[in-house]
Every structure is written in C-alpha cells, then in structure tokens.
C-alpha cells in the first residue's frame, strides 16, 4: 500500500531514497539497539525478524490424538508400557513430559519442572521481543534527529533559495524512514512475535494438562474434554466427531 501511495502520488522509489538518510535512520537505530541489549541479541535481531515470517504449525491436533493415545495404552498396559512410544516423538518437550512419568516421578513435581521450561521458554520469547520492541521506540526517534540534523544543514545555506525545497525534501525522509520502520516492521513483528508466543505457550500448557491427567490415571474421555478446551472452535468440533463418539 505504501509503494502503491507513492506511485499515485507521482514519485518513484527512488524519490524517497537517500543514503544519508538511510545511514542516520536504518543504520543509526539498529546500532543504538546495542546499548539496550548484548550484542549476541542485538545481532539476533534478524533470524528474530526470520523466524516471524515462518508459518508455524504447532500440530495440536496431532498431539491431542497422540496424549489420548497414550492414555488408552496407559489404562489398559500400564506407564511403563509407554516408554517405547517415546522415542518416535518429536516434540521435545512432550517427550520430557511423558519420559517424567515412565519413570514414575510424581505429579507436583512434574508440573513444577514443565512450568519451569515453560516459563524459560516464554523468557527467551520476551528477550526476542523486547529487542523488536527497542528497535521500533528507536527508529522514530533517530528519524526526528536526522530531520533535525537536515534542517540545520539547509538553514546554513539559506542565501540558495532553489535549494531550499530539496534540501527540506531530503530532511524530511529521515523522520519517513523511522515511522516506516516502526509501523511497517518492528511494530507488526512484535505483534506476530507476541502471538507466535501465546500459541505455543497454550499448546505447551495443553501438554502439562495431559501429560499430568495421564500419570494420574484418569478416564480417557476426561483427558480428551481437557485437552479439547484448548483448542479452536473449528479444530475442536472436528476432533470431538471423531473422539467423543460413542
């Protein structure tokens, strides 16, 4: 839309491109990002950038049918009957899970040491972010500077009145390059980022809440009303056809 709002507008691309404009803005901000966070982070920033545009696809279907999988062979075999599935999991987390109560660990403990690795999970999700986050408040701001910067630079040079106009064009495209960073990157990463996080978050809580039902014992059908609560109304009516019919 904005390249579209250019053109309508009679410009091009490269009537809004300028390389000091872009040193003072794109490279400025990034660079300051470095006095808010570690330098491994802030050079992060970009696989962050990389891995917001990746569709991800938790499988939370397939891991519904393979916790009340699990459950059935419990109820009939018994816990350590589980232990040969584990090895053909992929999801690390569910295979530390269920690994927990091969071994017969109890439920508390159990819980206290997934809630752990969840919430670390969600502190290195909130470090990603926070750097996102930081680039966007930045950007503006050095946007604003080499405005100024540019102002300065043309007022010195006020007797060449046919520069005037250009030279006020050429400021102005720093403060356009840091809102275009923030709004049309930073900002919607974060966004996406945010909520990359709270859905992998609610598949790992899921997982707690069955690997948990599981080692308890309890009735497969219940698991299955517990772990259908997590999911989406349409995920969800499709999975309950299927294993809450009689």
């Known amino acids: 839309m904005t390249v579209m709002a250019i053109y309508t507008s009679g410009g091009t691309i490269l009537t809004y491109a300028d390389l000091p404009s872009f040193f003072m803005t794109v490279v400025g901000s990034y660079f300051?990002?470095?006095?808010?966070?570690?330098?491994?982070?802030?050079l992060g920033l970009w696989k962050t950038i990389g891995l917001s545009m990746k569709l991800h696809n938790y499988n939370e279907k397939g891991i519904v049918a393979k916790l009340i999988a699990f459950s059935e062979k419990a109820r009939r075999e018994g816990l350590l009957a589980l232990e040969e599935e584990l090895e053909d999991l992929d999801d690390d987390f569910l295979k530390k899970g269920m690994r927990l109560v091969v071994d017969g660990t109890d439920?508390?403990?159990?819980?206290?040491?997934?809630?752990?690795?969840?919430?670390q999970m969600q502190g290195r999700h909130a470090s990603k972010l926070g750097v996102v986050n930081m680039w966007a408040t930045l950007a503006p701001g050095l946007g604003m500077l080499g405005t100024v910067v540019g102002l300065i630079a043309m007022l010195k040079n006020l007797e060449d009145k046919s520069a005037l106009g250009p030279n006020m064009a050429v400021a102005l495209i720093t403060?356009?390059?840091g809102a275009m960073i923030a709004n049309l990157i930073a900002i919607p990463i974060g966004g996406k980022l945010r909520t990359q996080d709270g859905d992998e978050s609610q598949i790992r809580e899921m997982e707690i809440e069955g690997i948990l039902s599981i080692q308890a014992g309890d009735n497969t059908r219940?698991?299955?009303?517990?772990?259908?609560?997590?999911?989406?109304?349409?995920a969800r009516k499709e999975l309950e056809k299927e294993i809450l019919k009689d």
């Open 32 to 42: 300051a990002v470095f006095t808010f966070c570690s330098v491994p982070e802030a």
């Open 107 to 119: 439920g508390p403990i159990i819980r206290d040491l997934l809630e752990n690795e969840l919430n």
């Open 175 to 177: 403060t356009l390059y």
């Open 222 to 234: 219940i698991l299955a009303q517990k772990l259908l609560s997590y999911l989406n109304p349409v």
